[in-house]
């Protein structure tokens, strides 16, 4: 149960969500403010109000209220549910009191006027009623179950806490864990849970300072970002705004003067320039409502912060309302021209929608004093959307009206289905919390996560796309298509163009993940410097527990790139270090020293020929010579850039031809990306081939990359092209050429 009482530094109680100024307000003018119903004060009323007449023909008195709010938004809702669910709730609750003194039915009764005031559809309403049955009265899960359906059950469990005498300090998260799961089968549970802690908050003022200050951190931290993910505005607010009185009072406080002087002030830039846009659309025969729309407190600070001093303006935005999509860029066409814009402040999130489902075109314009007036362009349905986000989307899960059997009501819960309405970061936040290893972890990156408050787009090979969140790299990409089979992840293409698992993507990116064959794969450890995402840190975290760092005397692991690196044979020069062939490869090495070189024929008398270092000649390459110092011929490929460095000399060429064998030495230069045994597994597809390796260089890795250097000799020429294609056909190895050395051409 919550103890509650007003809280003396926020807002009264709340008029509807639609209609509502979106801060405590004492800067709307009166001439703005619309009128409404009087509300029902549910502090003040005696039990005999709140349960009412017990007909069955007519709803008690206190429910009353939410089914009028109710029906502005649904006119054929059926309202007996709701009337049962509060007769059940009243008379559950009866006797409890709330700290403040309140009859703690005011508590659900609030929370489901505050929905109903959202647009909520009936099953949501009738579980807010009661769901705080099953939590703090004798009525079980299976009772609700039986009386409202498994709907209602489902949401009631949702949104139900864990007992701390099970769970001890572990309750809090796990209730959050357990909430969110829920979610992630229907976003309601989230919408009542939100609801609750508004109406809590509102009301927070009888508990320990230290107690409101926990509640509001919590609530900053989790429920405010939930919010703005859910696209609630209409709550989200308003939660910032209570927050922000408990956790900043001083700050609150300027705030507030700020605000009421500028209530005061003799004049008024806002509305005068929404007279001007209100002629300017009617000139042009565009219908569209013209409403200001005062900033809430939080957003009066953030501003002042960084513009420094307020001016009249500073205080609200213009929100225009039309009909029509099209009628939205109409009206944008018609500021821009018969005012001054301010083009840097534009910004299109009706072609492009927020992740929240946030829709609208923001603007700005100036007049000639420098006053600079923020404009919302969006149709009413965006609006709504706007402000109450998923609520506003009534039951998601219902099929069309002409798809239910009786033509109306809702589908029956099948306890498993696929949310249309979920968005990309609760798919992740679902996927990362099964492997958070204890409530203290899942607590800690709950809130990380929440705090990445901006999400980008990017696109598979195969056409689908990923949601990240803003300042995600190749490697969250890699574990949020791939889960830990990300392991196995060598190296990507972005945009077509090879890139490290460290590069950053960006809205819109094309992302390729290159995927290694080899089971044994592991991760980097220092991908978990470039991991953003809880998913992948997660998943990196696990296996590095599960696979401590090697000990002494073992071969160690390159933190750079995963690759196994070899022992350094201190007996082989410098430069040549790197894979050491083993076995049968060693005793190909030993015996290809002895090997006969493939040859060729110059018809110049006693000139002896050699093969030049730069281009690594071998049959059939087409071939030409010169004449250098000593009687020597050099061979070069014909498309060598020495070559073509030793004809502008003008060095003469001489012809050259190979001899009758076969059998040449070649250089290749190999280049992957960095993981465990690649080494082994290159000599392995090499020795594979017949090949037989002279030399082994591997460059140490860099941005994960890494470079090898073979000298091969190849008992025919004719299977080079056989060999290198098996090099490239190697987990990990992009791409495999003969060198292009700027070295000795010239000699």
């Not at 500073?314 to 929100?319: Q, S, Y």
């Not at 840097?344 to 946030?358: G, Q, R, T, W």
């Not at 809205?507 to 470039?530: F, I, K, N, Y």
């Not at 490929?637 to 030793?646: S, Y």
């Amino acid at each position: 149960m919550s103890a509650e009482a007003t809280n003396p530094a926020t807002p009264g109680p709340a008029t509807p969500a639609s209609r509502r100024p979106a801060s405590p307000a004492p800067d709307v003018p009166p001439a703005h403010r619309k009128k409404t119903r009087p509300r029902i004060d549910l502090r003040r009323l005696g039990r005999a109000a709140l349960l009412g007449p017990a007909t069955r023909d007519r709803l008690p008195d206190a429910i009353g209220h939410v089914a009028e709010a109710h029906r502005a938004y649904h006119p054929d809702a059926k309202l007996e549910p709701l009337r049962r669910a509060y007769v059940l709730a009243e008379s559950s609750h009866r006797g409890q009191m709330r700290k403040s003194g309140e009859p703690y039915i005011t508590h659900p009764l609030a929370v489901t006027l505050i929905l109903a005031e959202l647009g909520a559809e009936t099953t949501t309403l009738t579980a807010s009623l009661l769901h705080d049955t099953v939590e703090d009265t004798e009525v079980t899960l299976d009772q609700v179950r039986e009386e409202f359906g498994d709907e209602v059950c489902y949401l009631v469990d949702g949104v139900t806490k864990l007992e701390k005498v099970d769970y001890g300090a572990a309750a809090e998260p796990e209730t959050f864990r357990k909430m969110l799961v829920a979610t992630g089968n229907d976003v309601r549970v989230m919408s009542i849970k939100l609801a609750d802690r508004l109406h809590n908050m509102r009301t927070l003022g009888v508990m320990r300072p230290e107690k409101q200050a926990r509640i509001a951190k919590v609530t900053r931290d989790v429920l405010i970002p939930l919010a703005e993910r859910l696209g609630v505005q209409a709550l989200k607010t308003e939660l910032e705004d209570l927050v922000f009185a408990i956790l900043h009072p001083e700050e609150y406080e300027h705030t507030r003067e700020l605000i009421s002087a500028n209530a005061n002030r003799d004049d008024d830039p806002l509305a005068e320039i929404a007279e001007e846009v209100r002629t300017v659309l009617r000139d042009a025969g565009i219908q569209a409502e013209v409403l200001i729309r005062p900033r809430h407190f939080v957003s009066v600070h953030r501003v002042s912060r960084k513009r420094g001093p307020m001016r009249g303006a500073d205080f609200g935005r213009l929100l225009v309302l039309v009909n029509e999509d099209a009628d939205c860029y109409g009206v944008l066409g018609e500021l821009h021209t018969c005012l001054t814009p301010v083009v840097s402040e534009f910004k299109d999130f009706i072609a492009v929608p927020k992740f929240n489902l946030y829709q609208s075109l923001h603007t700005a314009v100036t007049r000639g004093d420098g006053q600079v007036a923020e404009v919302l362009i969006r149709t009413h349905q965006m609006h709504k959307v706007a402000e109450a986000g998923v609520i506003a989307l009534g039951n998601p899960y219902a099929p069309p009206a002409e798809e239910q059997p009786d033509g109306g009501g809702e589908r029956p819960f099948d306890g498993e289905r696929a949310d249309p309405t979920r968005p990309g970061w609760l798919s992740r936040l679902l996927d990362w919390q099964q492997g958070a290893p204890d409530p203290d972890t899942f607590w800690s990156t709950l809130r990380e996560d929440l705090a990445q408050d901006r999400e980008i787009t990017v696109f598979r090979a195969d056409g689908g796309s990923l949601g990240l969140p803003e300042g995600a790299s190749c490697v969250d990409a890699a574990y949020a298509q791939y889960g830990e089979d990300a392991h196995a992840c060598i190296g990507a293409r972005v945009n077509g163009r090879l890139a490290t698992l460290s590069t950053v993507l960006r809205d819109g990116d094309t992302v390729q993940l290159l995927m290694g064959q080899d089971p044994a794969s592991e991760p980097s450890r220092e991908w978990l410097e470039h991991a953003h995402t809880p998913a992948a840190r997660i998943a990196i975290q696990r296996w590095i527990a599960a696979h401590p760092a090697p000990g002494d005397g073992e071969v160690p692991t390159s933190s750079a790139t995963g690759l196994r690196q070899s022992v350094a044979d201190p007996a082989r020069p410098a430069g040549t270090q790197g894979a050491r062939p083993t076995g049968t490869q060693a005793a190909r090495s030993a015996g290809s020293q002895l090997a006969r070189p493939a040859s060729a024929v110059t018809e110049t008398p006693g000139a002896t020929v050699r093969m030049a270092g730069c281009c690594t000649p071998v049959p059939p390459d087409e071939v030409t010579g010169f004449a250098v110092r000593g009687g020597v011929v050099t061979v070069h490929r014909v498309e060598c850039a020495g070559a073509a460095r030793m004809k502008t000399a003008g060095r003469p060429e001489v012809r050259v031809r190979w001899g009758d064998t076969t059998e040449c030495r070649v250089t290749l230069v190999a280049e992957s990306f960095g993981r465990p045994h690649l080494l082994a597994d290159l000599t392995e597809a090499i020795a594979a081939e017949g090949v037989a390796i002279v030399s082994a260089t591997v460059e140490p890795p860099s941005q994960q990359r890494v470079r090898h250097t073979y000298t091969l000799q190849l008992p025919d020429a004719a299977c080079l092209p056989g060999l290198m294609r098996a090099m490239r056909n190697v987990p990990g190895v992009y791409d495999v050429s003969r060198p292009q050395h700027p070295a000795t051409a010239a000699q």
